[in-house]
Protein backbone atom coordinates (compact mmCIF):
# COMPACT_ATOMS: atom_id res chain seq x y z
CA UNK A 1 0.00 0.00 0.00
CA UNK A 2 0.78 4.05 0.36
CA UNK A 3 3.30 5.34 2.43
CA UNK A 4 2.44 8.21 4.66
CA UNK A 5 3.51 11.37 3.20
CA UNK A 6 7.42 11.09 4.73
CA UNK A 7 8.65 14.08 3.39
CA UNK A 8 7.24 16.82 0.73
CA UNK A 9 9.11 16.02 -3.06
CA UNK A 10 9.49 18.28 -5.83
CA UNK A 11 9.66 16.21 -8.85
CA UNK A 12 12.20 16.48 -12.26
CA UNK A 13 9.96 14.75 -14.99
CA UNK A 14 7.93 12.77 -12.55
CA UNK A 15 5.05 14.12 -13.64
CA UNK A 16 5.54 13.53 -17.39
CA UNK A 17 6.82 9.54 -16.26
CA UNK A 18 3.28 9.46 -14.52
CA UNK A 19 1.54 10.48 -17.35
CA UNK A 20 3.08 8.47 -19.61
CA UNK A 21 3.10 5.65 -17.44
CA UNK A 22 -0.38 6.33 -16.14
CA UNK A 23 -1.73 6.19 -19.93
CA UNK A 24 -0.67 1.88 -19.80
CA UNK A 25 -1.08 1.35 -16.50
CA UNK A 26 -1.81 -2.37 -16.17
CA UNK A 27 -3.52 -4.96 -14.47
CA UNK A 28 -1.75 -6.85 -12.47
CA UNK A 29 -2.29 -10.18 -10.23
CA UNK A 30 -1.49 -8.16 -6.78
CA UNK A 31 -3.85 -7.06 -4.24
CA UNK A 32 -3.00 -3.22 -4.99
CA UNK A 33 -2.44 -0.62 -7.40
CA UNK A 34 0.61 -1.77 -9.89
CA UNK A 35 2.24 -0.64 -13.41
CA UNK A 36 3.13 2.97 -12.06
CA UNK A 37 7.11 2.55 -12.20
CA UNK A 38 8.35 6.24 -11.18
CA UNK A 39 12.02 7.86 -12.15
CA UNK A 40 14.10 9.79 -10.03
CA UNK A 41 12.48 12.63 -7.98
CA UNK A 42 13.72 15.53 -6.17
CA UNK A 43 13.74 15.68 -2.58
CA UNK A 44 12.82 19.35 -0.47
CA UNK A 45 17.12 18.83 0.51
CA UNK A 46 18.42 18.70 -3.05
CA UNK A 47 18.84 14.35 -2.96
CA UNK A 48 17.80 12.33 -6.01
CA UNK A 49 15.12 9.50 -5.32
CA UNK A 50 13.52 7.15 -7.28
CA UNK A 51 9.77 6.29 -5.67
CA UNK A 52 8.10 2.95 -7.05
CA UNK A 53 4.44 2.75 -7.25
CA UNK A 54 3.82 1.30 -4.05
CA UNK A 55 5.29 4.36 -1.91
CA UNK A 56 2.50 6.22 -3.64
CA UNK A 57 -1.42 6.30 -2.06
CA UNK A 58 -3.27 5.67 -5.44
CA UNK A 59 -6.60 7.03 -5.28
CA UNK A 60 -9.61 7.13 -7.94
CA UNK A 61 -12.00 10.40 -7.73
CA UNK A 62 -15.60 10.00 -9.33
CA UNK A 63 -16.16 14.27 -9.67
CA UNK A 64 -20.05 14.46 -9.94
CA UNK A 65 -19.31 17.47 -12.74
CA UNK A 66 -18.62 21.00 -13.29
CA UNK A 67 -21.71 22.35 -13.15
CA UNK A 68 -20.79 25.17 -10.69
CA UNK A 69 -18.67 27.97 -9.63
CA UNK A 70 -17.96 25.75 -6.15
CA UNK A 71 -17.31 22.62 -8.03
CA UNK A 72 -14.59 23.61 -10.14
CA UNK A 73 -13.14 25.12 -6.21
CA UNK A 74 -13.98 21.69 -4.90
CA UNK A 75 -12.12 19.50 -7.72
CA UNK A 76 -9.16 22.08 -7.19
CA UNK A 77 -9.06 21.48 -3.75
CA UNK A 78 -9.00 17.63 -4.11
CA UNK A 79 -6.48 17.87 -6.82
CA UNK A 80 -4.07 20.38 -4.76
CA UNK A 81 -4.06 18.34 -1.81
CA UNK A 82 -3.82 14.44 -3.11
CA UNK A 83 -0.69 15.92 -4.98
CA UNK A 84 2.32 13.67 -6.12
CA UNK A 85 4.41 15.70 -4.36
CA UNK A 86 2.19 14.84 -1.47
CA UNK A 87 2.49 11.18 -2.35
CA UNK A 88 -0.44 10.31 -3.98
CA UNK A 89 -1.69 8.97 -7.21
CA UNK A 90 -4.82 10.82 -8.34
CA UNK A 91 -6.87 9.11 -10.90
CA UNK A 92 -9.52 12.21 -11.76
CA UNK A 93 -12.75 11.08 -13.92
CA UNK A 94 -15.80 13.93 -14.53
CA UNK A 95 -19.18 12.15 -14.49
CA UNK A 96 -21.18 15.59 -15.94
CA UNK A 97 -23.83 15.06 -13.95
CA UNK A 98 -24.21 11.01 -14.88
CA UNK A 99 -24.32 9.25 -12.23
CA UNK A 100 -24.02 6.15 -14.71
CA UNK A 101 -20.79 7.55 -15.51
CA UNK A 102 -19.60 7.92 -11.63
CA UNK A 103 -19.87 3.31 -11.88
CA UNK A 104 -18.59 3.41 -15.24
CA UNK A 105 -15.39 5.27 -13.43
CA UNK A 106 -15.32 3.36 -10.01
CA UNK A 107 -15.78 0.33 -11.78
CA UNK A 108 -12.59 1.20 -13.59
CA UNK A 109 -10.94 2.21 -10.20
CA UNK A 110 -12.17 -1.44 -8.94
CA UNK A 111 -9.85 -2.52 -12.13
CA UNK A 112 -7.18 -0.83 -11.32
CA UNK A 113 -6.82 -1.86 -8.16
CA UNK A 114 -6.33 1.79 -6.70
CA UNK A 115 -5.66 1.97 -2.54
CA UNK A 116 -8.92 4.47 -2.10
CA UNK A 117 -11.95 5.24 -4.50
CA UNK A 118 -13.55 8.92 -3.29
CA UNK A 119 -16.93 9.92 -4.98
CA UNK A 120 -18.70 12.99 -4.74
CA UNK A 121 -22.13 11.18 -5.62
CA UNK A 122 -24.46 13.28 -8.19
CA UNK A 123 -27.71 11.60 -6.25
CA UNK A 124 -28.53 9.83 -3.45
CA UNK A 125 -29.91 7.10 -4.26
CA UNK A 126 -28.42 3.93 -6.16
CA UNK A 127 -25.32 3.07 -4.95
CA UNK A 128 -25.76 -0.32 -3.36
CA UNK A 129 -24.59 -2.78 -6.17
CA UNK A 130 -21.28 -0.49 -7.06
CA UNK A 131 -20.18 -0.10 -3.70
CA UNK A 132 -21.13 -3.41 -2.86
CA UNK A 133 -18.07 -4.44 -5.93
CA UNK A 134 -16.00 -1.66 -4.50
CA UNK A 135 -15.65 -3.28 -0.74
CA UNK A 136 -15.91 -6.97 -2.34
CA UNK A 137 -12.68 -5.95 -3.82
CA UNK A 138 -11.37 -4.57 -0.02
CA UNK A 139 -10.86 -0.92 -1.66
CA UNK A 140 -12.34 1.25 0.96
CA UNK A 141 -14.82 3.90 -0.55
CA UNK A 142 -14.75 7.43 0.98
CA UNK A 143 -17.86 9.85 0.22
CA UNK A 144 -16.60 13.73 -0.33
CA UNK A 145 -19.15 16.75 -0.78
CA UNK A 146 -22.72 15.21 -0.93
CA UNK A 147 -23.76 11.72 0.72
CA UNK A 148 -25.94 8.64 -0.38
CA UNK A 149 -29.13 6.69 1.17
CA UNK A 150 -28.08 3.13 1.72
CA UNK A 151 -29.32 0.93 4.54
CA UNK A 152 -25.34 -0.51 4.91
CA UNK A 153 -23.19 2.05 5.98
CA UNK A 154 -20.44 -0.14 6.29
CA UNK A 155 -20.51 0.37 2.09
CA UNK A 156 -18.37 3.46 2.72
CA UNK A 157 -15.89 4.15 5.36
CA UNK A 158 -16.18 7.77 6.02
CA UNK A 159 -18.15 11.18 4.54
CA UNK A 160 -16.29 14.70 4.58
CA UNK A 161 -18.30 17.79 3.37
CA UNK A 162 -21.24 19.79 4.36
CA UNK A 163 -24.30 19.27 6.66
CA UNK A 164 -27.07 20.44 4.50
CA UNK A 165 -29.89 19.68 6.68
CA UNK A 166 -27.75 22.61 8.84
CA UNK A 167 -27.08 24.59 6.10
CA UNK A 168 -30.98 25.16 4.50
CA UNK A 169 -31.88 25.76 8.60
CA UNK A 170 -29.63 28.22 9.17
CA UNK A 171 -31.51 30.19 6.04
CA UNK A 172 -34.36 29.39 7.84
CA UNK A 173 -33.13 31.02 10.82
CA UNK A 174 -32.03 34.00 9.67
CA UNK A 175 -35.38 34.81 7.61
CA UNK A 176 -36.86 34.47 10.91
CA UNK A 177 -34.56 37.02 12.26
CA UNK A 178 -34.53 39.34 9.51
CA UNK A 179 -38.77 39.53 9.40
CA UNK A 180 -38.92 39.83 13.32
CA UNK A 181 -36.36 42.89 12.73
CA UNK A 182 -38.58 44.46 9.72
CA UNK A 183 -41.62 43.90 12.19
CA UNK A 184 -42.65 41.52 9.47
CA UNK A 185 -43.16 38.00 11.75
CA UNK A 186 -46.86 38.48 11.40
CA UNK A 187 -47.35 39.42 7.56
CA UNK A 188 -48.25 36.80 4.84
CA UNK A 189 -44.62 35.83 3.09
CA UNK A 190 -44.84 34.51 -0.12
CA UNK A 191 -41.61 32.10 -0.56
CA UNK A 192 -40.05 30.24 -4.17
CA UNK A 193 -37.03 28.66 -4.30
CA UNK A 194 -34.87 27.25 -6.56
CA UNK A 195 -33.91 23.75 -5.95
CA UNK A 196 -30.29 21.82 -7.18
CA UNK A 197 -29.85 18.97 -8.86
CA UNK A 198 -32.75 16.77 -7.69
CA UNK A 199 -32.78 14.20 -5.78
CA UNK A 200 -28.88 15.15 -4.30
CA UNK A 201 -28.15 15.21 -0.85
CA UNK A 202 -27.84 19.23 -1.07
CA UNK A 203 -31.24 19.71 -2.83
CA UNK A 204 -32.73 17.41 -0.11
CA UNK A 205 -30.89 18.37 2.74
CA UNK A 206 -30.97 22.69 2.02
CA UNK A 207 -34.84 21.77 1.10
CA UNK A 208 -35.91 20.52 4.45
CA UNK A 209 -33.55 22.21 6.68
CA UNK A 210 -35.36 25.13 5.18
CA UNK A 211 -38.52 23.67 5.65
CA UNK A 212 -38.34 22.30 9.46
CA UNK A 213 -38.01 26.59 9.93
CA UNK A 214 -41.25 27.21 7.64
CA UNK A 215 -43.36 24.74 9.36
CA UNK A 216 -43.07 27.06 12.41
CA UNK A 217 -45.05 29.71 10.61
CA UNK A 218 -48.46 29.33 9.25
CA UNK A 219 -48.07 33.10 7.39
CA UNK A 220 -45.31 31.31 5.23
CA UNK A 221 -46.46 30.10 2.23
CA UNK A 222 -44.11 28.15 0.17
CA UNK A 223 -45.51 29.36 -3.22
CA UNK A 224 -43.20 27.66 -5.69
CA UNK A 225 -40.09 25.11 -5.73
CA UNK A 226 -38.82 24.50 -9.03
CA UNK A 227 -35.39 22.75 -10.16
CA UNK A 228 -32.55 24.81 -11.63
CA UNK A 229 -30.03 22.02 -11.59
CA UNK A 230 -27.08 24.41 -9.32
CA UNK A 231 -26.68 25.82 -12.79
CA UNK A 232 -26.49 29.64 -14.26
CA UNK A 233 -28.75 29.12 -17.20
CA UNK A 234 -31.42 27.21 -15.44
CA UNK A 235 -31.41 29.65 -12.34
CA UNK A 236 -32.33 32.04 -14.73
CA UNK A 237 -34.84 29.75 -17.28
CA UNK A 238 -36.63 28.62 -13.75
CA UNK A 239 -36.68 32.53 -12.01
CA UNK A 240 -38.02 33.73 -15.72
CA UNK A 241 -40.91 31.05 -15.39
CA UNK A 242 -41.50 31.67 -11.18
CA UNK A 243 -41.76 35.61 -12.44
CA UNK A 244 -44.48 34.92 -15.21
CA UNK A 245 -46.27 32.81 -12.69
CA UNK A 246 -46.38 34.80 -9.55
CA UNK A 247 -46.83 38.50 -9.31
CA UNK A 248 -46.58 38.69 -5.41
CA UNK A 249 -43.46 37.23 -4.27
CA UNK A 250 -41.55 38.21 -1.15
CA UNK A 251 -38.74 35.39 -0.70
CA UNK A 252 -36.42 33.62 -3.02
CA UNK A 253 -34.63 31.12 -2.25
CA UNK A 254 -31.55 30.20 -4.50
CA UNK A 255 -29.86 26.54 -3.24
CA UNK A 256 -26.59 27.84 -4.49
CA UNK A 257 -25.05 30.87 -5.80
CA UNK A 258 -24.67 30.02 -9.73
CA UNK A 259 -28.66 29.71 -9.63
CA UNK A 260 -29.04 33.04 -7.73
CA UNK A 261 -26.87 34.65 -10.42
CA UNK A 262 -28.79 33.54 -12.94
CA UNK A 263 -32.22 34.64 -11.05
CA UNK A 264 -30.79 37.76 -11.16
CA UNK A 265 -30.36 38.20 -14.52
CA UNK A 266 -33.91 37.04 -14.70
CA UNK A 267 -34.82 39.73 -12.27
CA UNK A 268 -33.08 43.00 -13.72
CA UNK A 269 -34.49 42.29 -17.33
CA UNK A 270 -37.77 42.19 -15.64
CA UNK A 271 -36.93 45.72 -13.70
CA UNK A 272 -36.74 43.80 -10.16
CA UNK A 273 -34.82 44.86 -7.64
CA UNK A 274 -33.43 42.50 -4.48
CA UNK A 275 -31.59 43.03 -1.05
CA UNK A 276 -31.86 46.04 1.14
CA UNK A 277 -32.82 48.20 -1.96
CA UNK A 278 -35.47 46.11 -3.34
CA UNK A 279 -38.81 44.16 -2.53
CA UNK A 280 -37.71 40.65 -2.50
CA UNK A 281 -35.28 38.81 -0.29
CA UNK A 282 -32.98 36.92 -1.95
CA UNK A 283 -31.08 34.02 -0.14
CA UNK A 284 -28.62 32.03 -1.27
CA UNK A 285 -26.04 29.14 -0.78
CA UNK A 286 -22.37 28.49 -1.31
CA UNK A 287 -20.66 32.37 -0.24
CA UNK A 288 -18.53 32.63 -3.69
CA UNK A 289 -16.56 35.72 -4.13
CA UNK A 290 -18.49 37.09 -6.84
CA UNK A 291 -21.45 36.31 -4.29
CA UNK A 292 -20.11 37.91 -1.39
CA UNK A 293 -19.13 41.03 -3.29
CA UNK A 294 -23.38 41.06 -4.56
CA UNK A 295 -24.09 40.35 -0.32
CA UNK A 296 -21.79 43.65 0.30
CA UNK A 297 -23.81 45.62 -1.97
CA UNK A 298 -27.10 44.43 -0.38
CA UNK A 299 -28.19 42.68 -3.55
CA UNK A 300 -28.04 39.15 -1.58
CA UNK A 301 -29.37 39.62 1.37
CA UNK A 302 -27.57 36.40 2.88
CA UNK A 303 -25.42 33.54 2.02
CA UNK A 304 -25.12 30.69 3.97
CA UNK A 305 -21.53 29.15 3.12
CA UNK A 306 -20.48 26.01 2.19
CA UNK A 307 -16.94 24.73 1.85
CA UNK A 308 -15.75 23.38 -1.28
CA UNK A 309 -12.08 23.06 0.16
CA UNK A 310 -12.14 19.59 2.17
CA UNK A 311 -9.51 18.58 -0.14
CA UNK A 312 -7.04 18.88 2.95
CA UNK A 313 -9.20 17.04 5.26
CA UNK A 314 -9.81 14.16 2.99
CA UNK A 315 -6.08 14.23 2.50
CA UNK A 316 -5.47 14.01 5.96
CA UNK A 317 -8.32 11.15 6.28
CA UNK A 318 -6.54 8.91 3.93
CA UNK A 319 -3.31 9.23 5.68
CA UNK A 320 -4.90 8.55 8.65
CA UNK A 321 -6.26 5.57 6.78
CA UNK A 322 -2.98 4.67 5.81
CA UNK A 323 -1.23 4.19 9.13
CA UNK A 324 -4.47 2.11 10.80
CA UNK A 325 -6.29 5.03 12.45
CA UNK A 326 -9.53 5.25 13.38
CA UNK A 327 -11.53 7.61 11.33
CA UNK A 328 -14.95 9.65 12.04
CA UNK A 329 -17.76 8.34 10.17
CA UNK A 330 -18.72 12.06 9.56
CA UNK A 331 -16.25 14.86 9.08
CA UNK A 332 -18.19 17.91 8.89
CA UNK A 333 -16.19 21.19 6.99
CA UNK A 334 -17.06 24.35 9.40
CA UNK A 335 -19.18 27.08 7.50
CA UNK A 336 -20.39 30.19 8.21
CA UNK A 337 -23.60 32.82 7.65
CA UNK A 338 -22.68 35.67 5.76
CA UNK A 339 -24.54 38.98 5.45
CA UNK A 340 -23.56 42.59 5.01
CA UNK A 341 -22.78 42.73 8.56
CA UNK A 342 -19.90 40.29 8.45
CA UNK A 343 -19.04 39.56 5.15
CA UNK A 344 -16.41 42.16 5.35
CA UNK A 345 -14.12 39.81 7.24
CA UNK A 346 -13.93 37.33 5.06
CA UNK A 347 -14.90 38.25 1.37
CA UNK A 348 -10.81 38.98 0.63
CA UNK A 349 -9.74 35.57 1.99
CA UNK A 350 -12.60 33.98 -0.65
CA UNK A 351 -10.37 31.43 -3.08
CA UNK A 352 -13.63 30.51 -5.30
C1 LIG B 1 -23.00 21.35 -2.03
C2 LIG B 1 -22.63 21.03 -3.45
C3 LIG B 1 -23.47 21.82 -4.37
C4 LIG B 1 -23.18 23.32 -4.30
C5 LIG B 1 -23.43 23.69 -5.72
O1 LIG B 1 -22.15 20.66 -1.16
O2 LIG B 1 -22.83 19.66 -3.72
O3 LIG B 1 -23.22 21.39 -5.69
O4 LIG B 1 -23.99 24.01 -3.41
C6 LIG B 1 -22.77 22.53 -6.44
O5 LIG B 1 -22.88 24.91 -6.11
O6 LIG B 1 -23.15 22.50 -7.74
Not at 84 to 113: M, P, Y
Not at 216 to 244: D, I, V, Y
Not at 313 to 326: F, S
Not at 331 to 343: A, D, L, P
Request: with cysteine; net charge negative; proline share 1%.
Amino acid sequence: MGINKAKKLTTIGYKAAALLTGVTILLTGCGSFKGFAVSEVKTEDGDIETVSDDALISVGFSQLGSESTWRSANTESVKEALSTNDGFFLIFDNARQKQEKQFKAVRSFISQRVDYIVICPVIQEGWEMVLTEARDAGIPVILLDRSISVNDDTLYTTFVGEDMYAEGASAGKWLEEYLEDKGMDGKDINIVVLEGTSGSSAQVGRTRGFGAIAARHMNWNMLASANGEFTQAKGKETMERLLHEFDDIDVIVCQNDDMAFGALEALDEAGIKTGEKGDKILISFDGTKKALELVKEGVINVDVECNPNSGELLAQLINDLEAGKKVDKTNYMEEKVFTKENVDEYIDERNY
